[in-house]
């Protein structure tokens, strides 16, 4: 806990605080549930936590919402905060990159924190759902719909807030866009999870416990089925990962262009609030870009010299090479075309199809600007690398010329007024005069 920073850390300290209040609040006014069916539902919020599909380290799905809303209407709010905090604090996880995180090697403020958030939002959702005078564990509680959508509203708005709240501290981005990018982004997943969850409630209500775990049999197994879909896409990535990185890997001077290119085209979607499929477009379309430099000659693209007429229209193929290797590949069909235009000039004079201003398609316009910044602020074979700000004037003259007049602004302000560290690392890096030998 010591390296976070010190508001981050007196946040963390503050929600755990008020969970163990509430807790207290709610053992006092609300009764404790049958013990087996309390241990029942703690164990499905344990399996079904520890059955989240990772996407990336910061986003994932879980059908573990279904599991705490039946047990707000089963168990009352008491039983459902103990079972969602103990179900989170003893999760057993893999994380995106295959390590296994578990109570065993997590750090006990990262545990306490998600057993508070768990007992915050579930408990809150719970307590407001009583106050509309419904009965635990009543067996026509779908008839109370104010009641079950105030539910799913709360425990959106708790959560949300409390997961943005902690990385605003910890990447210094404002809280409110951030809260609005992880709210719309847990609205329909939420929504759909809870008629599961309503659903888990009719059965387990009107026909036992036996038949609701029959239920999870061919939802543990849909899961498996979606996580093995996952992780062919993850794998793909990292094969194309590889791939591009043994495009640079005999060029000292392009090695890691690729993944910088992504990720700084990926932080320009996100600064600019376009569509998370469109973000996700830039990303693997910035990774990808020159996937087709692999069908060009190394002598021509590592020649410290000119190039030649000749060597200048092979490496002009690399857009269209780069197409025709990904052309197969279903899912990266949106990256294609900004694989294809990422060298076309707003002003017409680009390559392959000389494409002037609008007709250029969006994302290969901000691939173009990306690439650029992040090839002027990296040494070449030619010349030194550009300060960040020399780069940003160049961005600034070519706007209109080279670049779409809009994106090289919004990108210029981006790297200017940046507080996330990473960009502001790879800034300091650009700062830094070049060796002299
Ligand atoms: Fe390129």
Redo the contacts with the bound molecule.
Sequence with gaps: MNQLPKNAKLYLITVIITAVFFSFFLANNYPMPNTYVLLLFVFLSFLTESLTVRFTNEASVSISFAVFFSSIIILGPLGATISAALGIMFRYVKTSDGASRHVLNTPLYKILFNGSMAALSVGISAVIYYSFDVQIADPHFYNNFLAIFCVILTCLVVNTTLVTGLFAFLQKNPFLSLFISNFIWTVPNLLIISILGIFLSILYLNYGVSIMLLFFAPLIFARHSFQLYIDIKNYYMQTMTALANAVEANDKYTKGHSERVSFLAEEFGKHTNMKSADISVLKKAGLL??IGKIGISDSILNKPAKLTNEEMLAIKD??ELGVKILKDVNFLKGVHEAILH??ERYDGAGYPHGLVGGQIPLNAAVLSVV?AYDAMTSDRAYRDALTTQEAINTLKQEAGRQFHPLIAEEFAEMITTTKNEEIVNLKQANNVSPPLV
Excluded: C, K, M, N
């Design positions: 870009h020159d690399h857009p990422h060298h690439d």
